[in-house]
């Protein structure tokens, strides 16, 4: 069903998800359902990701094509190591 959808305008296409109201949901209401229930926004997945493709081993050029950037430098920053990270390598080396 999904393959399909993207094939096809989205507009085109009955909505995956609906309101209460028996409408397509908005954007806006997703970022606000995500923000009530999980304290999170949009952002926030789109940073995880990143991060998780980088700390899996992509290349950073793949990375910066999956998340649609046009300058590699703006990927850069999901290879940056979090403060844990950095941690776990003093201690790796100082126990």
């Known amino acids: 069903y999904l393959e399909e959808r ?7 296409l009955p ?12 954007e806006r209401s997703v970022q606000d359902m995500l923000a009530k229930k ?3 926004h ?9 991060r998780e493709l980088v ?8 990375v910066a094509e999956l ?9 850069r920053r999901y290879a940056k190591p979090t403060e844990r990270e ?5 201690s790796k080396v100082f126990g």
């Open 67 to 75: 998340m649609g950037h046009a300058d590699i430098n703006v990927t």
């Open 15 to 26: 909505p995956l998800f609906i309101s209460n109201y028996q409408k397509r949901i908005s």
């Open 86 to 90: 950095l941690e776990e390598a003093v």
């Open 38 to 40: 999980f304290n999170i």
């Open 55 to 62: 700390a899996n081993g992509v290349d950073i050029a793949t």
């Open 42 to 50: 949009p952002h926030m997945l789109r940073h995880t990701y990143g």
């Open 6 to 12: 993207a094939e096809k305008g989205t507009l085109d």
